[in-house]
């Protein structure tokens, strides 16, 4: 139960770092909110290393696996990070998440082709929801929603006055930018599926190595690598022009995804994957929520968006649950569960 718990609470703590962040980039730059989320990443990795005393396991690490965790470190960190920012800045959290979630099937797609890992029909149906889910939430999505106009009252005679409709100027609200926002939430979803991939590859070189330090080392790369971003002529200027109001949601995003990132690897460390898995993908359902109490005037919220992420969330479980355990809790029929765990490909 203790795991279940840690594994909502990482669900919880990720949505609310995306609400956070979305909220910081409607008038602040995405290099603004990665020049907070990236050394504040780095740093509470060091403290939950030294914490946990793996400090020393570090050098445990041999250089293929050290490649492999800078690489995933920097595809995950920084440009896996860079483009869903962007894409939440572009869209909105409640249009980007089901896309970016598609790094579920882009993960299992992967691990078939270079691990060989089995690949069923309950997995084949699970990424076609998946898939459905994130092309829901784009109907309709660029219907820009307008502030009704006010009523006028005009004379019409001595004493006597009517009420007519006036016809100002709509006010408009926020208006998604629907292409290029897609394009950065699947290029998110590329980074996020390969990035487990390279952790994967990392650990079979390193079997015996401590994953919190391992998580050390991608951080401390994807620190460097965004450094030499800073080098990019006008990269400082943008992040010293940051508003006042806009560090806080920045510091409050970069705090929740370190802490986001502690109730994983906690909830990993005392629990089954198969367990933790599904319920991470709670965090496409809380961020609906959070968004419509926080980001209200900046998110898109129609049937369509509701639609997809349900569809979107009931595909990634059905992705991450083995089909034995899905069987066996839903008690199915023989014929049904044996066509589900029919093999499409792998072992």
Known sequence: MLGILYAALGAFTFSLNNVMMRRGVVTGSVLQGMALTVPIGAVSFVVMTAAFGALAQIAVFPMTALAWLSGQGVVHFVVGRYCNYKSSQLMGVNLSAPVVQLQVPFAMLLAVVTLHETFTVLQAVGSALMLGGSFITQRKAGE?????????????????????????????????????????????????????????????????????????????????????????????????????????????????????????????????????????????????????????????????????????????????????????AMALSPFLADVLGYHLAGD
């Open 144 to 328: 820009s929603r307008t502030a009704q106009p006010p009523k006028a009252r005009i004379t019409t005679g001595p004493g006597r006055e009517k009420e007519q409709i006036g016809v100002p100027e709509p006010k408009s609200m926020f208006e998604p930018r629907l292409f290029s926002g897609y394009v950065f939430g699947a290029a998110a979803a590329i980074c996020y599926g390969s990035s487990p991939l390279m952790a994967r590859q990392a650990f079979l070189h390193a079997p015996v190595a401590n994953a919190v330090a391992g998580g050390c080392i991608a951080y401390a790369a994807a620190t460097l690598a965004f450094i030499l971003v800073l080098f990019k002529p006008g990269s400082w200027r943008d992040i010293r022009d940051m508003k006042m109001e806009n560090a806080p949601w920045f510091l409050a995003a970069a705090v929740l995804v370190a802490i986001s990132q502690a109730f994983v690897y906690a909830s990993l460390a005392i629990a089954p994957l198969m367990v933790v898995t599904p319920i991470l993908q709670l965090s496409l359902v809380f961020r609906l929520f959070l968004s419509q109490w926080i980001n209200r005037d900046h998110e898109v919220m129609n049937t369509a968006v509701l639609v997809g992420a349900s569809a979107a969330v009931v595909g990634s479980i059905l992705v991450a649950l083995p089909t034995d355990e899905l069987s066996a």
